[in-house]
Structures are given as C-alpha cells and as structure tokens.
C-alpha cells in the first residue's frame, strides 16, 4: 500500500528489513524506509498520538521481513550492519536473542524502540548533511555525464 517512503522516496519493498510503519490514532498509517524517517514522521506529526508502530524483523529468515511491534522489537544500534539513511546502523529484531546473536557478530549496543529514537534524533543532524551532500555529488556527476 506504501511503496515508496515519503520523506526520502526510497524503496520500502527493497528496504524492507528496515521499514516501519507508524498507525496514528486518527488512523494516519505513514510508511517509512527506515527508523530515521519514522523519527521525521513522528517529529512532523507531534499533534497526532502514535497508536501503534511496527519495523522490520531482521530475525526473520522470509524474502521480505514481516513487521514486527516496536515495544517487542530489540535494536541493535552502532553495528558494523550498514545503516540506512543513517551512517551510525539501527536494526530491528523480533526476539532479544536474534539481537544478542547479532550482537556477538557485529558489536554494537542492544536498546529498545525508544533509546533507539533518541539516537535517531541524535544522529539526524549528521545524517542530513551527509545525505545532501551524497545526492549534490550524485547531481553533479548526472551533470557532468549529461555533458560529456
């Protein structure tokens, strides 16, 4: 129902062991790529009370990871996994155990939905810079090809 996340467009179906998606009480659902663009959602939202959110199971073995609520989730935050829209990675699991297991071989530090949030919050300003960075490089070779 929500193929493209509306903060950054990027894929959800291809980002789908990072998506979330946030249902808000006046029954908004916002579908998101990844734990950074949910914070956008939630920050962009403020009037409206969250009534239930979701995020990708990385414990999961499926082609695409089922949803999994964020109070059971564990998040594996500061891991070599890489991170999407985020340099510093946040991965969801459904079971703690999943979590320690990854833990054990990627590092980082185990935390739930909303430490996990307050780091999101944390990194957004580096992450923003870095993004508009990456997409004005990006431009700017798509110019130069276009050129040449």
Request: with cysteine; glycine share 6%.
């Amino acid at each position: 129902k929500r193929p493209n996340c509306p903060y950054c467009g990027m894929d959800r179906k291809q980002f789908h062991h990072s998506r979330m998606l946030i249902q808000y009480s006046d029954d908004l659902a916002d579908g998101t790529c990844s734990l950074h663009c949910a914070a956008i959602s939630l920050s962009l939202n403020v009037d409206r009370e969250p009534k239930a959110m979701w995020v990708g199971d990385n414990a999961a073995s499926d082609a695409v990871k089922p949803l999994v609520e964020v109070d059971k989730a564990s998040f594996l935050v500061g891991s070599k996994l890489p991170g999407v829209m985020t340099a510093n990675s946040k991965v969801a699991y459904g079971t703690e155990e999943a979590a320690k297991a990854a833990q054990t071989a990627h590092g980082g530090e185990l935390v739930k939905f909303d430490q996990a949030l307050l780091i999101a919050y944390t990194d957004m300003a580096k992450d923003v810079s870095r993004i508009r960075r990456n997409r004005a490089e990006r431009k700017r070779r798509m110019l130069e090809q276009q050129k040449g």
